[in-house]
């Protein structure tokens, strides 16, 4: 079997976990906090010993392949704030202010103990830096830093556990709706791009 999807999700802590509990084994595949830790196809890893009716089950760990298309901003964002793409990407304060924006959804209370209830995000970045001591020469607040302090707390869920994305029967169905438009658009461009390519090749077959 060969365990695929997104960087950063577990992928290769599920093939460690796998062969913990199927035959007894240690971690044998590299995992971290960062998108990108695993960098090629690994060799197989038994998960399950053979035995004289079976050869057992071994399994393939790959490295994390991000979705070809974002369909919105937002999703971007949401994807960034999970650490499916380096932190180097998009602007920690970016990131910051739309982790503002969920926390105020979900309860401004989470983060009673470093600012006040506020939508501005430079403000809730200078009350952090200065809560927390993250200051520059002068006392100015390092706001970066903050951010990403922020950023790193959700993530490790010290700021509330909650899902980035509404939740709705209508709004999956919208998704559906969507995917199924992006998959066929997606096949149209396939076609369009293998017709240019006939074309060009009729017009110059030495090219070809
Ligand atoms: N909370 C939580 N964290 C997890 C779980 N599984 C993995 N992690 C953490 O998520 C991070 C990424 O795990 P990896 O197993 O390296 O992820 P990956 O999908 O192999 O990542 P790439 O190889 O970079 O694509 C690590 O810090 C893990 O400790 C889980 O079930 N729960
Ligand atoms: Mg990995």
């Not at 971290?32 to 089950?57: F, L, Y």
């Not at 989470?110 to 200051?135: C, M, Q, W």
């Not at 002068?138 to 899902?163: C, H, K, T, Y």
């Not at 029967?169 to 149209?188: C, H, K, P, V, Y």
Request: include cysteine; charged fraction near 25%; aromatic fraction near 6%.
């Amino acid at each position: 079997m060969m365990i695929v999807g997104m960087p950063n999700v577990g992928k290769s802590s599920l093939l460690n976990a796998l062969r913990q509990v199927g035959v007894h084994k240690g971690k044998v595949a590299h995992t971290g906090a960062q998108p990108g830790v695993t960098r090629k196809i690994g060799t197989t890893v038994k998960i399950i010993e053979g035995d004289e009716n079976s050869e057992g089950v071994y399994l393939m760990d790959t490295p994390g392949v991000f979705v070809p298309y974002v369909p919105n901003a937002e999703s971007m964002l949401k994807l960034a704030l999970c650490g499916s793409v380096k932190d180097t990407i998009i602007a920690p304060t970016t990131l910051a202010d739309y982790l503002l924006y969920q926390m105020n959804l979900y309860d401004p209370a989470i983060y009673s103990d470093y600012a006040s209830p506020t939508n501005d995000v430079t403000e809730f970045l200078n009350a952090v830096a200065h809560k927390t001591g993250r200051l520059q020469k002068g006392g100015i607040p390092d706001v970066e830093a903050s951010a990403l302090w922020m950023i790193q707390r959700w993530r490790n869920g010290q700021l509330g556990r909650f899902v980035l994305d509404e939740i709705t029967a209508e709004i999956l169905e919208r998704e559906r709706r969507d995917t199924e438009g992006l998959g066929s658009s997606l096949n149209q461009a396939r076609r369009a791009d293998k017709n240019m390519k006939r074309q060009r090749s009729k017009r110059s077959p030495e090219a070809a």
